[in-house]
């Protein structure tokens, strides 16, 4: 059974830094592109950054990119995002997701808030 589970928000100022984790398990983590995506309140899903199997490419959409930086540790199974510079209109539940051969999986979210 393929597992995804988001740690790692919170509350912060603007300007601040949060560093989210996504633990897998149930698939093979090591041959699979993983995404970073955030639904902000009253809005749809927004993809945020995704990043090939073995990590040597990764692209970023245009409201996060140069913030944002995704990353993985095949070895413990897990995937990041680092998030710097925050602003207020980053705030969201941030879901991060993989696509196998059979269907597109995503974790239960963890909470971004950005606000003085």
């Known amino acids: 059974e393929v597992q995804l589970v988001e740690s790692g928000g919170g509350s912060v100022q603007p300007g601040g830094s949060l560093r989210l984790s996504c633990a897998a398990s149930?698939?093979?983590?090591?041959?699979?592109?993983m995404t970073w995506a955030r639904q902000a309140p009253g809005k749809g899903r927004e993809w945020v950054s995704t990043?090939?199997?073995?990590?040597?490419?990764?692209i970023y959409a245009d409201s996060v990119k140069g913030r944002f930086t995704i990353s993985r540790d095949n070895a413990k199974n897990t995937l990041y995002l680092q998030m710097n510079s925050l602003k207020p209109e980053d705030t969201a539940v941030y879901y991060c997701?993989?696509?196998?051969?059979?269907?597109?999986?995503w974790g239960q979210g963890t909470q971004v808030t950005v606000s003085s």
């Open positions: 149930g698939f093979t983590f090591s041959i699979y592109a």
């Open positions: 997701g993989v696509r196998t051969g059979k269907a597109d999986y």
């Open positions: 990043i090939t199997s073995g990590g040597g490419s990764t």
